[in-house]
């Protein structure tokens, strides 16, 4: 793990080029131009978001050089760049956690942030992630033009999208888990059995609610981590000793589940037979034990009797 350091380095104007169509890469959706260059104009690759692989959809193109205009902003002081602004949790407690392992955020007069497609605004699971840190929202600027920066501090990504983590990132998550850990007291209701749901009407299973139908019904706590705060999520990760999760960003909250947890994962059609690679990873770096439900079925319906024989 290593910082770099830069000083009187730029940062060019962001922007997203839609409804791309490359021969040879037709997963790409859209095109990223943007990036961060030291002061003789090379592109600083260790700001680089690397996309346009394993399937995702943005693909950046910014120049390997370029030298801005005289009279850009400038940002004064110490400024840390944490990535783009990822104001999807899945992405957050991937690509953004992965870059905090640097701490000491009070050293910093500035953290910064990128735009990226999921918009430019800061939202509630941020600021309680931020909180945590204890970074002040004050502190944050995503910056959306060219800007100057007296010294710019980019700490290494630990875990870059579709790639393998680093282990030494499981400290991040950790640090997480522990700390709400320690709220939980001996008079506090604890549920042993839970399932992680959603409220999307458009899930890739179509007979959600049969399943939650069929887990209520023999124990199980039907969670829905978007209606509840951060602290009240974490209280079901740390106690709970069973976890049946969908498929997709819900199960990606095992990296904040205790050891000790056993989590049955349902997939759906997007993967049927095995959970994604980088699902695989975070129960690998939690060393947390799991069992995946094959989906089998037709049109989104998966055989409730597979869940059955498997719980």
Known sequence: ???????????????????????????????????????????????????????????DISPMYYLPSKNNDIVRGRSLYLG????????????????????????????????????IKIVKFQVDFFKLFGIPLEKIKIIDNEFYYEELYIPDQLWKINEHPSKLVGKVYDFIRKFYLNKINDTTQKFTRIML????????????????????????????????????????????????????????????????????????????????????DIYLLREISYEYIEYTGKNGHINIENIKSKL
Not at 28 to 43: H, P, V
Not at 201 to 207: P, Y
Request: glycine letters at 6%; one cysteine or more.
């Open 197 to 280: 749901s959603d409220l999307n009407e458009n899930h890739r299973l179509a007979n959600k609610s049969e399943i939650q139908e069929y887990l209520s019904s023999v124990g199980y706590k039907i969670i829905y981590p978007e209606l509840l705060s951060f602290e009240q999520v974490m209280f079901y990760y740390t106690t709970a000793k069973y976890i049946v999760t969908l498929s997709g960003t819900l199960a990606h909250n095992a990296l904040f589940f205790n050891e000790d947890v056993h989590v049955f994962e349902i997939l759906d059609q997007r993967t049927p037979k095995k959970p994604l690679s980088l699902q695989e």
């Open 84 to 119: 783009p602004n990822m104001s999807h949790y899945g992405h957050f407690i991937i690509e953004t956690l992965s870059r905090m392992w640097i701490g000491q955020f009070e050293y910093f007069d500035n953290i910064i942030l990128s735009p990226f497609i999921f918009g």
């Open 1 to 59: 793990m290593q910082i770099s350091v830069y000083k009187s380095c730029y940062s060019s104007k962001f922007k997203f080029i839609d409804n791309v169509n490359i021969v040879s890469m037709n997963h790409i959706k859209k095109l990223s131009l943007g990036a961060f260059y030291d002061e003789n104009g090379n592109k600083i690759v260790g700001a680089c978001r690397a996309g346009g692989r394993g399937g995702d959809h943005i693909l």
